[in-house]
Each structure stands twice: as structure tokens, then as C-alpha cells.
């Protein structure tokens, strides 16, 4: 049977529980134990599928098209699982399938309630699909003490009863804030986090207490007196230097020791070499790239977190540092000399995927100054649809065209998919579906065209499988005119049907893709489309 590691956070939001987390199971991994790791979200939407990036960072995809907190891209980063539809759950989705059932009389009658209903639903979540794992992993968003969090602390309590405390363990990630006009370390704070977490019922077995200074034995002997642990269960997190830091920073202060020790298991020491590998790359560099992502979002970078991490993950692959410079699109809407000032330096041009109209303008001048100034460029989603909009505009001879996206137009170069084949048959939406409906989501191949430049990046592959997250397509109709203007399509739906890729033969690196190549990275196995455009980026690099 799994063991169960339940994971909550206390003080304030924001400490790092999905880090801790995949770094637990890293080390864990790294030991020879097999591992999955689950998100248990409090919010009442169903996925974060429609919430704004600004309110949410970026909506992670599984290759079974889940739309998933971005936590579980740290989850696949650190360990290499595969997420999967039923590693992510939230209130809403609870909720959703409770009254479902309720609606279809399922509860013979019954007064459905928190207790038992929804937490026996959060219970079934967290006990599903877990066959041959030695380790489950379980992560609470939010903070103890909010209301929204109540069953599923509740549900951690019925659990640990079922299971046996043998089988299961709760890790508190906690704050030890240091008062700069005391000069010292408070403790306070994490004792009243671990009581009102008791106060529930549920008696954390370890403490991970994140601190920006040293946590003296002495504080760490407080923590444990008033908050029924162990001083060894103390574990201090330090901030570092880069999350890749941080499973190794982990095993040194004994945190999978203890996980170890609570559950009575001997293991060999962890096999540490790749983390050891990923910080001599991180640390040494041999040169510096930089790189402009034009997008819409740029003031959150969490609403980019997997391809900041992709961009590391092609810098780790060729030993270079990556500078980001994160640039607003519509600068460059309102201000032509901008683009060349803010691009001109740079050694490359990505632009990412998004969602409507706000900065179209100024991605498309974006990419224009990529083709015409010979930059290495990579547009992914939508980048890849404002690819196709300026190649049609600027060598195609179509002058008017745009995106259906954006409104009317009489030449949708790019427009609304209602109807596409996946492996479970013919998918069909309609444009007045629910936002959270009609996209395609997941993993799907490709077939790549022979002796093609993305042919070479994925070492001759003829198919590929990448994951999508999108609502719009490029219209096949335009690609005879796309290509008589040099635009070449050179991935395709196994159907022939929907463009995948596009690229410039008659480029240094021009490569634009349908799909999210950045949510399949890790840092020990970097995406070969990033690490062949921060490849092209360097070679700029020494041109300039």
C-alpha cells in the first residue's frame, strides 16, 4: 500500500509548498522510491481553465488535457511523472460532481452534507490511481486557517485515521520571519499556525520552517517544545539561489531522513548526481544569451513559469546564463521607435501563447523584426498564429489578415476549430460553448516533414507528441501563399488538416509551433526546441 505525505502551508500564502513538495519527491525518487504528487485546490472554479493569469500564473496541461495548477509543472520538472487529470482537484470539481450525483437521486434521499459526502469525495481523490506507488504525495493550497480549506484539512484527519499514522505523514511548511529592528528570528507565528492546524485534528510530524537567516538550535528546540514534534522534525528552508537548489538544500537539513525515519524505512543514501550536474551548469556558464519575450502578461512572471523555466532548461543544455527581458506588446503599438531600440540587442525573440486581441498588433512587429533583422525566433501558440498573420501581411500578399480571434475578417489566416480528430475519435465544439469547453487540450502528434529544421531538432523523428492549449488554428486554406512567401509548413495534424509547425528555410532559426513545447521541459532533459533556440541565440551572440 502507499504511504501518504500530506503537505499544508501556515502564516501566509506563498512559501513554496509545490516546490517543497516536488523537491520531497525528488529526493525521495532519488532513493529509489517510485512517487506521484497531487494538488488539492480550495477554489470553487473547476479548473483555472478560464481565471486570468494575473490571478492564477499560468494554467499547466496534462497530456490527457487536464488544465491543472501550475504547481504540477514543478511536480513533472523535479521528478519526470507525468501529471494526470486526477493529480489536480478542486473545491469546484468536488462540488460539481456532489450535486451531479445528488441531481440523479444517487443519495437515496439522503441530506447531503460536508461531512460525509464531500470529504468522501476528497478521500476517493486522493486514494484513486495510486496502485505500485511507494509514495503519494499530497499537497493543500491556501493557508490553514482559511474556510475554504476546512474539508480537505478534514478529510486529512479521516484519513490518517483510516490509514494508520504508520502509513501517512503531515509536513507543515511554516514561516519564521526575522524582525530587522529586534534582530531576531520569531517563532510565534509558526506555533500559532501548528495550533490552529491541532485544533482541526491534525498533528503535523514534521515542521518545514522557511527563514531568511539561520534557524539556531535554540528556536529550533522552541518550535518543537510548543509544537509536539521532534527538534530533528525542524527542518529550516533557507531561500536559494535557484529552485534547482533546493532538493539537494533539503536532504542536507535531513528532511527526507525524517520523512524516512517517521515511516521506519532504511533507504540508500540518494542518488544525487543529476542535481549535482543541473547546479555545475546553473552556476558555471560559459556565456550569456538574451533573450525579449514579447507577451501580454509580462507583468506576472508566474503567468509565463513554465517557459521561464524552459528558457533556464535550453541555457542548462548549451552552458549558457539566459537574461529575460520581459517586454509588454503593446509598447510597441504605441511607440515605433521602441521596437528597435528594445529589440535590436537582443539575441533572440520569443512569443508566447495568450488569449485575445490586447498586443497582437505588437507581437506581429515583433516577429516582423525577427524575419527582416535575421534573429533567431521562436513563437509558440499564438506566437505561431502572429507568425502566420505577418508572413501572410508582409509576403503573401494579404493584406488584410487577421485572426477571427479579433473580430471579422474577410481573410481569417487564422480562426475558430470546431471539429478535429484526437485519439478518442472526432472532437466537435461549437464557438457559443463554454470557455472551459472549447479548446484543444493535450497531447497530440504531429507529423514532421523530411529533412525539415524541426526534423533535425527532434533528431529525424517523423511524429512527435506535444501538448496543446488552444481555441484557434492557422486556416490550411492560406498555406499555398504562406510558402510561395517562404513560410514553410513543415509539422501537420496526422490528418493533414491542422498546421502544427512553421518555419523559414531562408532563416538563421525561424520556428514557429502550434503546441506548448515549454510544458514538457526539465531541467535534466531540456526541450530540444529550447535548447535549440538558445543554441541559435548564442551563435547571435558572437555575431554581434
Request: proline share 6%; with cysteine; aromatic share 8%.
Amino acid at each position: 500500500m502507499a504511504r501518504f505525505i500530506f503537505i499544508t502551508g501556515g502564516v501566509v500564502s506563498s512559501l513554496g509548498k509545490g516546490l517543497m513538495a516536488a523537491s520531497l519527491a525528488a529526493l525521495l525518487q532519488a532513493r529509489g522510491y517510485t512517487v506521484r504528487i497531487r494538488k488539492f485546490d480550495p477554489y470553487l472554479n473547476v479548473d483555472p481553465g478560464t481565471m486570468s493569469p494575473y490571478q492564477h500564473g499560468e494554467v499547466y496541461v496534462t497530456d490527457d488535457g487536464a488544465e491543472t495548477d501550475l504547481d504540477l509543472g514543478h511536480y513533472e520538472r523535479f521528478t519526470g511523472v507525468n501529471a494526470r487529470q486526477s493529480d489536480n482537484v478542486t473545491s469546484g470539481r468536488i462540488y460539481q460532481q456532489i450535486i451531479a450525483r445528488e441531481r440523479r437521486g444517487d443519495y437515496l434521499g439522503a441530506t447531503v452534507q460536508v461531512i460525509p459526502h464531500v470529504t468522501d469525495a476528497i478521500k476517493a481523490f486522493a486514494l484513486a490511481d495510486t496502485e505500485g506507488l511507494d509514495f503519494v504525495l499530497c499537497e493543500i493550497g491556501g493557508t490553514v486557517g482559511d474556510i475554504e480549506s476546512l474539508p480537505f484539512i478534514e478529510a486529512i484527519r479521516q484519513l490518517r485515521n483510516e490509514l494508520g499514522r504508520e502509513n501517512t505523514a503531515v509536513v507543515h511548511v511554516t514561516l519564521v520571519p526575522y524582525i530587522s529592528a529586534a534582530g531576531e528570528l520569531k517563532t510565534k507565528p509558526t506555533q500559532h499556525s501548528v495550533r490552529e492546524l491541532t485544533s482541526l485534528g491534525v498533528q503535523p510530524d514534521l515542521l518545514l520552517c522557511r527563514c531568511e537567516h539561520p534557524l539556531p538550535a535554540t528556536e529550533r528546540a522552541k518550535i518543537a517544545l510548543f509544537c509536539n514534534v521532534r527538534p530533528e522534525a525542524v527542518i529550516q528552508a533557507l531561500d536559494a539561489a535557484s529552485i534547482y537548489a533546493v532538493p539537494p538544500q533539503y536532504h542536507a537539513e535531513g528532511l527526507d531522513a525524517e520523512v524516512l525515519r517517521h515511516f521506519g524505512l532504511e533507504a540508500p543514501p540518494p542518488d544525487l548526481a543529476r542535481w549535482t550536474d543541473i547546479l555545475d551548469r546553473y552556476n558555471h556558464p560559459e556565456g550569456e544569451v538574451t533573450i525579449a519575450v514579447v507577451g501580454k502578461y509580462v507583468g506576472l512572471p508566474d503567468a509565463y513559469k513554465s517557459l521561464n523555466e524552459a528558457l533556464v532548461h535550453g541555457g542548462l543544455a548549451n552552458r549558457v546564463k539566459v537574461a529575460v527581458r520581459w517586454i509588454d506588446a503593446e509598447v510597441f503599438e504605441q511607440d515605433d521607435s521602441a521596437i528597435t531600440a528594445q529589440l535590436e540587442p537582443m539575441h533572440g525573440i520569443l512569443v508566447p501563447g495568450g488569449f485575445g486581441e490586447r498586443g497582437s498588433e505588437g507581437k506581429i512587429a515583433s516577429v516582423r523584426f525577427a524575419r527582416e533583422r535575421r534573429l533567431p525566433f521562436l513563437g509558440i501558440c499564438l506566437g505561431m498564429q502572429m507568425a502566420c498573420i505577418e508572413a501572410a501581411r508582409n509576403t503573401a500578399g494579404v493584406s488584410g489578415a487577421s485572426s477571427t480571434e479579433f473580430g471579422p475578417t474577410d481573410e481569417p489566416v487564422v480562426g475558430i476549430i470546431t471539429e478535429w480528430m484526437s485519439s478518442e475519435g472526432l472532437q466537435q465544439r461549437s464557438a457559443q460553448g463554454d470557455l472551459g469547453g472549447t479548446m484543444r487540450l493535450g497531447a497530440y502528434e504531429a507529423v514532421l516533414a523530411g529533412n525539415s529544421h524541426v526534423s533535425r531538432l527532434y533528431n529525424g523523428a517523423t511524429r512527435i507528441s506535444e501538448r496543446h492549449r488552444h481555441r484557434y488554428e492557422v486556416n490550411v486554406a492560406y498555406r499555398e501563399r504562406l510558402e510561395q512567401g517562404g513560410l514553410v509548413f513543415s509539422g501537420m495534424s496526422p490528418d493533414g488538416l491542422l498546421p502544427e509547425i512553421v518555419e523559414r528555410p531562408d532563416h538563421p532559426w525561424f520556428v514557429g509551433v502550434q503546441f506548448h513545447p515549454e510544458l514538457k521541459s526539465k531541467p535534466f532533459d531540456p526541450h530540444p526546441l529550447f535548447a535549440g533556440f538558445i543554441a541559435a541565440a548564442l551563435r547571435q551572440s558572437r555575431l554581434v
